[in-house]
């Protein structure tokens, strides 16, 4: 009886420590697969005529406006993508229904569209950098998972 109490403890000690040694761990996504999921997710926030991307082409100088169409409360990052990071691009405002604004953003913002309606927001240079950029440039609305 007291050998194999000894083995039982043992065959644990050994699972206990093989356990410990390998912990399991989700498998981690790509930054394209989160991206192409993001894509996926239902969103009550999309940009005038449908869609969540849009490509745009900013001309030094000139300023941007871009429309976006709330059919129900949402939560989003709307967000700015360049070829180069260090392009001179940003979302100066965001214009609400009722006429007020909210801003100045840089490249991406989380904002929550309380009220149903047409937004818009404008994208520019920051000329307090200085730096011009004429170039290809995409916004896209993501989607905001709400965890309670």
């Known amino acids: 009886m007291g ?42 926030v999309t940009f005038f005529g449908g869609g969540r991307s849009k490509e745009m082409n900013m001309v030094s100088g000139k300023t941007d406006t871009i429309f976006i169409s709330v059919h129900q409360a949402d939560s989003v990052l709307i967000k700015i993508k360049t070829p180069m990071d260090t392009a001179n691009v940003r979302i ?19 904002y929550r569209f309380k009220d149903i309606g047409q937004y818009h927001i404008t994208v520019n240079e920051n000329k307090m950098i200085g730096n011009h950029y004429s170039g ?9 998972v709400q965890s309670f």
């Not at 000894?6 to 498998?27: D, E, H, S, T, W």
């Not at 609400?96 to 989380?110: A, N, Y």
């Not at 290809?136 to 905001?144: A, G, K, T």
């Open 3 to 44: 050998k194999l109490r000894l083995l039982i403890m043992n065959v644990l000690a050994i699972f206990i420590y093989g356990a410990c040694q390998f912990p399991q761990r989700p498998p981690q996504s790509s930054t394209n697969e989160s991206n192409h999921k993001a894509q996926e997710l239902p969103s009550n």
């Open 136 to 144: 290809p440039y995409l916004v896209q609305i993501v989607p905001i």
């Open 92 to 110: 100066s405002q965001l214009f609400l229904p009722d006429g007020s604004s909210d801003g100045p953003f840089g490249k991406e913002f989380t």
